[in-house]
């Protein structure tokens, strides 16, 4: 890493300095309309003396709103005097793609989380990345990285840990969930892990958890309510900020292998057969891909491959072959 030239981003904060500070990461990006231009990042960091640090992200992908609603929402109202410690609240990770609504960059059509660790000479996302592998997660002792579905995807709200090699680490990680307390708690797999936030932060050794509570490119006032609740829950778990934990009875769901997932595999328009919380048996018909070109033609179902409960479904009407129809999770205990 030390080969690594340094990070183009600015800072317009103090990372060791009492109080708030609400600034910016500041990374240039000479372009046609501002020759000496720059991305301005939105940071806020609250600190407090001595104390673990809480790295509170959103906008990692740009159409995903909990998380930037409940992170904006903190940074003004968290009192520097409630907390021992440090936050830091990046609420648009991904700020061009945050700004524009889309998934990925405008500027490079980057995924952030499929960018880590990123560079520090690469692409608007990959410097970003970079940032965040070499500046900001170093600093970190606990990681909450706010997602929704998105257009494409809806989810049951649900806060997520992954299955990790280190047993002690994955424990707290699932006692961290659970402080969260969002209806659903999921002991999480990747279909994609690779240049994830997440798998940055967990090969580092840090303590990281995530979310996915709703989504279709908007927000419901329940699922704000949960990430709401639920960042505060995790700042009084890690003591940084006092009080008991708000604890809501949640449902541990569990996916414990690639038939979680159905993929379409015909364009067309799908019917959503079973609702996001329904219980599901294996060999169900989930969703029906009905042909659009011509009538006539029997629709494609695509069915359960285990027994479970829908976590997640495609949102739009529309789909096309390759898409991610549904999810189903396995109810634990
Ligand atoms: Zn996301």
């Given at each position: 890493?030390?080969?690594?030239?340094?990070?183009?981003?600015?800072?317009?904060?103090?990372?060791?300095?009492?109080?708030?500070?609400?600034?910016?990461l500041r990374l240039p990006y000479s372009r046609d309309d501002?020759?000496?231009?720059?991305?301005?990042?939105?940071?806020?960091?609250?600190?407090?003396?001595?104390?673990?640090?809480?790295?509170?992200?959103?906008?990692?992908?740009?159409?995903?709103y909990e998380g930037p609603l409940a992170l904006y929402d903190l940074a003004r109202t968290l009192d520097p005097k409630a907390v021992s410690g440090?936050?830091?609240?990046?609420?648009?990770?991904?700020?061009?793609?945050?700004?524009?609504?889309?998934?990925?960059?405008?500027?490079?059509?980057?995924?952030?989380?499929?960018?880590?660790?990123?560079?520090?000479?690469?692409?608007?996302?990959?410097?970003?990345?970079?940032?965040?592998?070499?500046?900001?997660?170093?600093?970190?002792?606990?990681?909450?990285?706010?997602?929704?579905?998105?257009?494409?995807?809806?989810?049951?709200?649900?806060c997520a840990a992954h299955i990790r090699p280190d047993k002690v680490l994955e424990a707290k990680g699932f006692d961290a969930v659970e402080a969260f307390s969002a209806p659903w708690s999921m002991k999480m797999l990747e279909i994609d892990a690779v240049g994830m936030f997440d798998t940055a932060a967990e090969e580092m050794g840090k303590l990281f958890i995530t979310t996915e509570v709703g989504g279709g490119g908007t927000s419901r006032a329940e699922t704000v309510r949960i990430a709401r609740r639920g960042v505060l829950n995790v700042l009084r778990h890690t003591g940084i900020v006092a009080g008991a934990v708000e604890k809501v009875r949640t449902q541990w769901l569990d996916m414990p292998s690639g038939d979680c997932f159905s993929f379409a595999e015909d364009d067309g328009m799908i019917e959503?057969?079973?609702?996001?919380?329904?219980?599901?048996?294996?060999?169900?018909?989930?969703?029906?891909?009905?042909?659009?070109?011509?009538?006539?033609?029997a629709p494609h179902e695509i069915r359960a491959r285990m027994s479970g409960l829908l976590a997640a479904r495609h949102f739009p009407g529309l789909v096309k072959a390759g898409d991610c129809a549904a999810v189903v999770a396995v109810l634990v205990g």
């Open positions: 890493m030390s080969r690594l030239r340094p990070s183009p981003i600015a800072p317009t904060v103090d990372f060791d300095k009492d109080g708030v500070q609400h600034g910016f501002s020759a000496w231009g720059s991305v301005m990042i939105p940071i806020c960091v609250i600190r407090n003396g001595k104390g673990p640090t809480a790295l509170l992200t959103g906008g990692n992908h740009g159409d995903e440090t936050v830091i609240i990046v609420p648009a990770m991904n700020y061009p793609a945050f700004r524009a609504g889309t998934r990925t960059s405008p500027i490079d059509k980057g995924n952030l989380n499929r960018s880590f660790p990123g560079r520090p000479d690469g692409t608007v996302t990959e410097k970003i990345a970079d940032y965040f592998q070499r500046e900001l997660l170093p600093r970190t002792d606990i990681a909450l990285d706010f997602h929704s579905g998105g257009r494409t995807l809806d989810f049951v709200p649900f959503t057969m079973v609702d996001l919380g329904e219980k599901v048996e294996e060999g169900q018909v989930l969703a029906r891909i009905h042909s659009v070109g011509r009538t006539g033609v």
